[in-house]
């Protein structure tokens, strides 16, 4: 089993920055691919970026070119930096590993509201 804490949300006006981390402990080495979801009230839980043990990204078109995903592995840490934010981006955003054996594990998620 894999455990994840996030942190880095909060909030902040349109066209600013925030950078999500989610830290990862546990079964560490069983980790293939780790992504970045977000989730408004009312609504599914939506892929936002994602990365492979191999460096591989994706992104959901709504945030390309503004949010990058990337990791450090000797932290155990993958990041969701996140630029020029809208208030449509305002969500509980969760990270969630997959592990080659295909168990998931989800974080506790951290709220970021995009307004003025």
């Known amino acids: 089993q894999v455990q994840l804490v996030e942190s880095g949300g909060g909030l902040v006006q349109p066209g600013g920055s925030l950078t999500l981390s989610c830290a990862a402990s546990g079964r560490i080495f069983s980790i293939y691919h780790t992504g970045w979801y977000r989730q408004v009230p009312g609504d599914q839980r939506e892929l936002v970026a994602s990365?492979?043990?191999?460096?591989?990204?994706n992104y959901q078109a709504s945030v390309k070119g503004r949010f990058t995903i990337s990791r450090d592995n000797a932290k155990d840490t993958v990041y969701l930096q996140m630029n020029n934010l809208k208030p449509e981006d305002t969500a509980v955003y969760y990270c969630?590993?997959?592990?080659?054996?295909?168990?998931?594990?989800w974080g506790q998620g951290t709220q970021v509201t995009v307004s003025s």
């Open positions: 969630r590993t997959t592990t080659y054996g295909g168990n998931t594990d």
């Open positions: 990365i492979t043990n191999s460096g591989l990204t």
